[in-house]
């Protein structure tokens, strides 16, 4: 049963960082292309970063020079590094897989002013 967990979201001020984790199980993400989603209230679910099977990597204009996606293959794990957070940031940040149905729950982000 393939399986991915987002953690290391939580409450960070203007202009912190933190690094969210998704955690994969049953599958090998370093064989799949993943994606960073987030939503925010009222807002659609939009595309934050992705990685493709060989390395590489894009990103929304919103995030760009800020976020950092990575993968640690070893740890079956791939990285979200924010910085420079702001509080249109704020929002549920989901992992998933790139042209699959597998989905995580979600880690909330929230960024005060």
């Known amino acids: 049963q393939v399986q991915l967990v987002e953690s290391g979201g939580g409450l960070v001020q203007t202009g912190g960082s933190l690094r969210l984790s998704c955690a994969g199980s049953?599958?090998?993400?370093?064989?799949?292309?993943i994606g960073w989603h987030r939503q925010a209230p009222g807002k659609r679910r939009e595309l934050v970063a992705a990685?493709?099977?060989?390395?590489?990597?894009n990103y929304g204009d919103s995030v760009m020079g800020r976020f950092t996606i990575s993968r640690d293959n070893a740890k079956n794990t791939v990285y979200l590094q924010m910085n420079s957070l702001k509080p249109e940031d704020t929002a549920v940040y989901y992992c998933?897989?790139?042209?699959?149905?597998?989905w995580g729950k979600g880690t909330l982000v929230t960024v005060s002013s």
């Open positions: 049953g599958t090998m993400l370093s064989m799949q292309g």
């Open positions: 998933n897989i790139v042209g699959g149905p597998y």
């Open positions: 990685i493709s099977r060989g390395g590489s990597t």
